[in-house]
Each structure stands twice: as C-alpha cells, then as structure tokens.
C-alpha cells in the first residue's frame, strides 16, 4: 500500500527556534493536513490544505504556523518560533478527494521536543 | 463544537477472546462519518473501520465491528478472535460532513490502549 512519508522521525529544537517538519504525500493525492498529539492527549487538527491554499484550520494554527507545497511533492508545516507547548507528535496526512467518508493516509509522525 | 470521548484509557484481552472498545460523541449534525483508527508502536494511524450515520447497519471488516447506537451517540468497537498484532492505541473519530464542504476535519477521541495477552 502506498504510504505517506515522513521526515525527521525525531526533531529536537531550542524555545525561539523555527522548524521545518516535511512531508511527503501520497503521489496522486489532492488534499492534505497536518495533526498533531501532544503526549497523553487526543489527537488534534491544525490545517488542511488544497490545490495550494488552506481548506480550513484550527484555533491552534495561529500565526506561528504556516504549510507550503513547494515544488509539488513535499508539504511543508512551519513552525516560526517554537514554544515548549508545541512539542508534539506531528502527523501528516493526505486523501485522494476531499470526500468526508474517505479513509486519511496518516505518516508516522514527527516527534518535536523543544527545550 | 463536536466531542468525542473514549472513557477506556486501558484495556487487555486474552487471545482468541473478544474485547469491545467504548466511544461516545457529542454532534448537532445529521450526517456524519465514524472512525476507528489504530496506531500500533510504529506510530502510523491505520484506518480500523468506518461507518456512515445515514446506515442503520453496522460496518463490518473481517474480526472487526461495530455497534453505533445513533440515538444514544456510541459508536464501540468489537474485536473478535484477538491477535497479539492487535496490540496498540486505539482512536475513535468523528468526520462532519457537509455538502459544500470537502475535506472537514476528523475529531479524535483521546484514545483507548489495548494489551492482547497471550
């Protein structure tokens, strides 16, 4: 089965520090998100994306954060200047349509610690 | 807003034996979609089971169902013939669904982790 790919496995960043978490969808994918779990906690939403813009996004995505498709393959979350709240597990996910009964791909998470 | 709550933190089962994972939702919505999510030690969120809420009849997939209770707003999780590869969290989650909106958010639950014990 095709699988979403993500990378690093382990991010370890200092508190003010931006971070690039990467993402590889699935090829003939349209539609991409980004969750997030912090330890201990539900796994929650912060953004998802289509044909290169926002879908919609959480009250967590503030300003801090940002997604990019650069060149067509990759999607990007930036994190500008991280806080020790944001370390998480960061999961990316990607669909084929945006049909609301289709089953999301997830990756198996970026682990942010901030320190 | 849309809750999801998942009032096991934990539970175990002997192999070969079945277990039922609990799930409860809060929505004003009609039309809505239902999930079952597994994320075994390797961290990937693996799509379990799904139910439409417009079908009165229960999914099934192989040793997995459910039991969605529309009115009472429970939707559990039976696993039958447990399998040590059956070992991991489970998440229960809810998909909105409006007509001009694609592409809407799951909510998840907070998790239940299970133990098959061999």
């Known amino acids: 089965e095709p699988e979403v790919t993500q990378t690093p496995s382990h991010q370890v960043t200092q508190m003010g520090q931006e971070v690039i978490l990467r993402c590889v969808p699935i090829?003939?994918?349209?539609?991409f998100y980004w969750y997030r779990q912090i330890l201990g906690q539900k796994v929650e939403f912060l953004v998802s994306f289509y044909n290169n813009e926002i879908s919609e996004k959480s009250e967590i995505f503030d300003d801090q954060f940002s997604v990019e498709r650069p060149d067509g393959s990759n999607f990007t979350l930036k994190i500008r200047s991280t806080k020790l709240e944001d370390s998480a597990m960061y999961f990316c996910?990607?669909?084929?349509?945006?049909?609301?009964?289709?089953?999301?791909?997830f990756g198996s998470g970026t682990q942010l610690s901030v320190l | 807003a849309q809750t999801v709550t998942q009032s096991q933190p934990e539970m175990s089962v002997q192999e070969a034996e079945t277990v039922t994972l609990s799930c409860t939702y809060d929505t004003s919505e009609s039309d809505y979609y239902l999930f079952w999510y597994k994320q075994p030690p390797s961290r990937q969120m693996i799509l379990v089971i799904r139910?439409?809420?417009?079908?009165?009849q229960n999914a099934t997939e192989n040793r997995f169902s459910v039991n969605f209770q529309k009115a009472a707003k429970s939707f559990s999780l039976k696993i039958s013939d447990s399998q040590l590869g059956d070992a991991a969290m489970y998440f229960c989650?809810?998909?909105?669904?409006?007509?001009?909106?694609?592409?809407?958010?799951?909510?998840f639950g907070k998790g239940t982790r299970l133990s098959v014990i061999a």
């Open positions: 090829s003939n994918h349209l539609y």
């Open positions: 989650a809810y998909r909105r669904d409006y007509v001009d909106s694609g592409n809407t958010p799951l909510v």
């Open positions: 139910q439409e809420a417009y079908k009165q």
């Open positions: 996910a990607s669909t084929k349509s945006g049909q609301n009964n289709e089953k999301l791909f």
